[in-house]
């Protein structure tokens, strides 16, 4: 839950406010974020697997409806979901839940006049319009651009934004910490989705303290004893990661399921996570990981997708053991989303203006902090 940057302690009184009323309920709040922050950075959109070569799925990104592809020679592209003709939205948008491998296709038709894009977004095929009538070449599917690393599938809007290295870098440097990990071998065992009536920042920021831990998280403490204290981060590592009582993210602890690859055994009786700025959190223990990607909708409602990685070796045997993990990490996930939507109706309240963050909450602040930099300060939007 914690990037091993942030582990220094706060000055000893400590106490910073948090974000104001506006920032968690205002429409104009919420387009300012789609402006400088989704639309200018990379956004996560799942793990590699869900992208199968010959695969497309639909993704609503920063309000954006935007085609993920990858072409048969392996290649990831974004794509506006807008047919180039007279702009019929080319892909009806899917349950986010919809399996990868049935969303195959050879090529991207539209529904309207049956124009035809190959998946590295070519023009193919206009049907009934003479060949010489329009430039195909001219015609390609407008592009954004897609980039993979270590298994993560991010999307940028923007022609701009840097390279994906450098952003993960400077935005979300929790993530090149588990580069040592063969995430992209991974296989995802199950998909869960659920809609949580709370603003994206809202998620953030509770995955970011574990004060409420131990009077919402009965079951997680139980496997993470350190949370009992309001820690989220152990004050005597230094290395970001937490003991778990066993080498699984579950009820009992000890499902026997083969470790993440390039997983050392040291390190298997640990937790580790990373919020994968500004829309995802990865979590990974000895033997799972968990890649949870946020679709903010509205500044009350928040998509969120979670995918359930294994080691490429588990084998039918293991089927109980990964039910184990991913129904453990449900439980948690439902309790988180049920106090962040109090939250979001607390903070609704005219009564309120700010809160007060304390010592443990230092890494809400870091987000906060890292927030503000990139939206600037509340106030008029210019
Ligand atoms: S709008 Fe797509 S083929 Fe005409
Ligand atoms: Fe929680």
Sequence with gaps: MGSKDAIAAPPGQATWPTLTRDEYVTADVFERERERIFRRGWMLVGHAATFPVGGRRVVDLAGESVIVTRDRDGDLHAFANVCRHRGAQLCSPHPPHADPETLAAPSLQCPYHAWTYALDGRLLSTPRVDPDEIDRERHGLWTYRADEHNGLVFVSLSPEAGPLTRWIAEHAPGVAEFDDLRLADMVVARRTTAEVAANWKILVENYQECLHCAVVHPELVEVVPLYRTGHVLDPTRDDGAVEVSGNSFSAGGHEDLPLVPGMHDDRAGLYDGAVV???????VTGTSVSLLTMFPLAPDRTLTVTEYLFS?????????GIDHVVDFNELVAAQDGVVCEGVQRGVSSTAFDTGVLTSKDALVHDFNEQYRSL????????
């Design 277 to 283: 700025f500004p829309n995802g959190f990865l979590d």
């Design 375 to 382: 939206i600037g300060p509340p106030g008029p939007v210019t």
């Design 312 to 320: 490429p070796d588990v084998t039918d045997d293991d089927a109980v």
